[in-house]
């Protein structure tokens, strides 16, 4: 009897032991779903803006890899979501038609806007950071290469600033137009 008395005295205490590390605490989890809100801030309150690189003469390109002068720029954005744990920054990603199958950093010049009858060749247009001018971005949507950091007022405009200016890619580059199009895209990690 002592026996099936301590057997049931420790199935019990077995039991309630048991239950007791079933409930053991609680995780909470938080966050928000935000809707997108970044605009770029353009030209004349436009999300578009265009930067003139300058005319240079073909003389100056006299073979691969010369560049003309830096032409700053800054892609500024405004309406942005507030700083916070789960989002403290954006991401600029940049798209383009690119020169050289297998290069991503030079964009294609075209006519877009100037004048005249056939687009230069042999040279496309190069973005790099601002203080890292030897880094040209890429034009394939590459993530990682340009995080802005969020605000903690509603009311601040954030931006990056950039460097552009044309590169030869071969010799003989050749007269004309030297337009492209730059597509930003704004990424919310």
Do not use: W
């Not at 892609?75 to 991503?104: H, R, Y």
């Amino acid at each position: 009897m002592k026996r099936n008395l301590f057997i049931a005295i420790m199935a019990l205490s077995s039991t309630t032991s048991f239950a007791a590390e079933m409930n053991a605490g609680k995780i909470h989890f938080t966050g928000q779903i935000i809707e997108p809100s970044c605009v770029i801030d353009g030209d004349s309150g436009s999300t578009d803006s265009t930067v003139p690189l300058g005319t240079y003469p073909t003389s100056l390109f006299t073979g691969p890899g010369i560049e003309t002068d830096l032409i700053p720029l800054s892609i500024t954005l405004k309406d942005c979501p507030l700083t916070s744990a789960g989002l403290p920054a954006v991401q600029l990603t940049f798209t383009g038609s690119t020169v050289l199958t297998g290069s991503n950093t030079l964009l294609d010049v075209s006519k877009i806007t100037t004048s005249g009858t056939t687009a230069a060749t042999n040279v496309g247009i190069a973005l790099s950071p601002e203080g890292d001018n030897t880094n040209h971005l890429k034009f394939d949507g590459s993530e990682g290469q340009v995080p802005i950091q969020l605000s903690t007022n509603t009311s601040d405009k954030i931006s990056a600033s950039f460097n552009a200016r044309y590169i030869s890619f071969r010799d003989n580059v050749t007269a004309g137009p030297a337009d492209a199009d730059l597509t930003v895209n704004i990424l919310y990690h």
